[in-house]
């Protein structure tokens, strides 16, 4: 476990330079880095409303295969903070003062999951996109033989199957498979 103040100076484009504290914690979690590093913030400045994870109320950094690719990336847990922690203090700055985020939002929760997957898939709905998630749960060669989930009547291998293959490099076969049924449930 790391805790102390965290010292954020930023700016993002043209947008404001922040220079303020956090006080924050972050645990590594047995099987580090196959696992996230859960990272807390303790001064009680972000509130629940700003992406928050339910339960522990540990900070939501983001769509959780992204923070995986960067754990592939790099496992050093400064890394990390400085590619998740520090633009999601930053963009907590701007909510905090009543301010438009300037880096844009991923909805919260699974709607915001399948959006991500749909823009970063070049699939026509989040329908499509589980469908997606499930064939990247399978080995490759045999999802290539599927049909593509845009509808295009074209085997996937014909079709989006390099807009897949990226993701096969962040997470497992396992993690893929597990994630579809999660998202299939909160889809419901
Ligand atoms: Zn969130
Ligand atoms: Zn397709």
Same mark, same amino acid.
């Given at each position: 476990m790391i805790a102390g103040l965290f010292h954020l100076d930023a700016v993002f484009g043209n947008h404001k330079h922040v220079v303020t504290d956090f006080g924050i914690r972050v645990e590594l979690r047995e099987g580090y880095p196959v696992s996230l590093p859960v990272v807390y913030e303790t001064?009680?400045?972000?509130?629940?409303?700003?992406h928050k994870n339910a339960?522990?109320?540990?900070?939501?950094?983001?769509?959780p295969v992204l923070l995986y690719r960067q754990l592939k990336l790099s496992p050093s847990v400064l890394d990390y903070l400085k590619a998740c922690l520090v633009p999601y203090l930053y963009q907590a700055v701007f909510f905090e003062r009543g301010d #438009?985020? #300037?880096?844009g939002e991923i909805a919260h929760g699974s709607d915001g999951v399948l959006d991500f997957y749909a823009l970063e898939l070049h699939m026509p709905s989040h329908a499509a996109v589980i469908r997606c998630i499930q064939l990247l749960g399978m080995p490759r060669l045999t999802a290539y033989e599927? #049909?593509? #989930?845009?509808?295009?009547?074209?085997?996937l291998r014909q079709c989006h199957s390099h807009f897949l293959d990226k993701f096969r490099e962040y997470q497992s076969e396992a993690w893929f498979r597990r994630r579809s049924r999660q998202l299939v449930t909160s889809a419901g």
């Open positions: 001064c009680g400045r972000i509130p629940k409303t700003f339960g522990g109320q540990s900070l939501c950094l983001g769509v #438009p985020l #300037p880096l599927e #049909p593509c #989930p845009c509808n295009s009547g074209r085997l």
